[in-house]
T-cell receptor
């Protein structure tokens, strides 16, 4: 089954304790990205990757890191989490379709709480 | 600055009625406008999308209407069903071989009542 998986799905942690949220896709997509979803703000892009070893900042990259060492994996790293990073996080991977646009497929989400 | 404005924030529609959600954008470089449907505990899923070279696209009970001059687009759900109850997001992007970032609206929570 074609899918984007994220782990963990739920995480409660304390300020300053490094954490990693994993993302994996089995569709051989080149493009992957991370979004955070907050009430009243919709989804905002954190980081994206056009291919292996190619990553760049989205709209809200502060406090986050990413890496893309393999095509299928795109982990999100919070080196020193703070309460304002409490949010619902989504990983997405994209398939380029006719007309030059990308259809993005989202993972199930990771709900992170930082106390 | 919100580049894609979505309204209403919440919407209650009777079963069988028409649900209408509106979005407006500012960036004239946007050239792809998808709508996503999100159920509780799930990630957003692509519902229907349109390019600005057409004014309307219909897939089953779902229709996007697009007004390029007004920079507005809307989602119409005909014969709304309880199973359509979800949060809907409009989005926009530029298909310019660069960052395929989706700029999302703030979402509309749709509730279909029997």
């Amino acid at each position: 089954e074609a899918q984007v998986t994220q782990n963990p799905r739920y995480l409660i942690t304390v300020t300053g304790k490094k954490l990693t949220v994993t993302c994996s896709q089995n569709m051989n997509h080149e493009y992957m990205s991370w979004y955070r979803q907050d009430p009243g703000l919709g989804l905002r892009q954190i980081y994206y990757s056009m291919n292996v070893e190619v990553t760049d900042k989205g709209d809200v990259p502060e406090g986050y890191k990413v890496s893309r060492k393999e095509k299928r994996n795109f982990p999100l790293i919070l080196e020193s989490p703070s309460p304002n990073q409490t949010s619902l996080y989504f990983c997405a991977s994209s398939l380029r379709v006719a007309g030059g646009v990308y259809e993005q497929y989202f993972g199930p989400g990771t709900r992170l709480t930082v106390t | 600055q919100q580049q894609v404005k979505q309204s209403p924030q919440s919407l209650i529609v009777q079963k069988g009625g028409i649900s209408i959600i509106n979005c407006a954008y500012e960036n004239t470089a946007f050239d792809y406008f998808p709508w996503y449907q999100q159920f509780p505990g799930k990630g957003p899923a692509l519902l229907i999308a349109i390019r600005p070279d057409v004014s309307e696209k219909k897939e089953g009970r779902f229709t996007i209407s697009f007004n390029k001059s007004a920079k507005q687009f809307s989602l119409h759900i005909m014969d709304s069903q309880p199973g359509d109850s979800a949060t809907y997001f409009c989005a926009a992007t530029e298909s310019n071989f660069g960052n395929e970032k989706l700029t999302f609206g703030t979402g509309t929570r749709l509730t279909i009542i029997p």
